[in-house]
């Protein structure tokens, strides 16, 4: 992977993108017992009643940041299945489990993408609770928003490439 020619990029890199989408099925098939499927062409423009989960893998040089949306349903069942209880979604103990979550992605996600040379550590992440919210992406830098589901779960997950400064 070369993104030393990072203004001329259009997209993120496919070997990224790939990376990025195995941690995602690998990560919440192993909390949920059920492996997400990935749904191309999906991208899940229509605001979210949810959660979103914030996190990044950076380095000297680029930021891959992580935006994970989750609808409020699936936020409940999420907590059902990884820590064995529901949790309220109005409670901070739902934003403490969505920024947890976020965390265990990015760390997967910084392993998996060191395998095609992007060497970075991860943020601490942070969690956004709201109705009727629109995720905008700028044109540049390049951003990439997949959808994935299960048989009791959706959720998408927007990712954007820049350089750090």
């Keep these: 992977m070369n993104l030393d020619n990072f203004d001329e990029l259009n997209e993120i890199p496919e070997d990224i993108v790939k990376k990025v989408r ?12 059920e492996e997400p499927s990935y749904i191309p062409g999906s991208n899940g423009n229509d605001p979210l009643n949810g959660i979103v989960g914030n996190v990044t893998v950076f380095n000297s040089s680029h930021t891959l940041s992580l935006m994970l949306a989750i609808p409020k349903e699936t936020a409940v069942y999420l907590s059902e299945a990884f820590i064995g209880m529901e949790l309220p979604f109005e409670s901070d103990d739902m934003g403490d489990l969505i920024g947890e ?38 044109n540049k830098p390049p951003t990439k928003r997949m959808k994935f589901t299960s048989a009791n779960t959706e959720f998408w997950l927007t990712m954007v490439l820049s350089e750090s400064k």
């Design 22 to 33: 195995e941690s995602v099925v690998n990560t919440f098939g192993s909390m949920l017992g």
């Design 101 to 138: 979550v976020s965390n265990i992605l990015a760390g997967d996600v910084a392993a998996n993408v060191e395998k095609v040379g992007f060497r970075g550590q991860s943020s601490l992440p942070t969690a956004t609770r709201g109705s009727d919210l629109t995720l905008f992406m700028p």
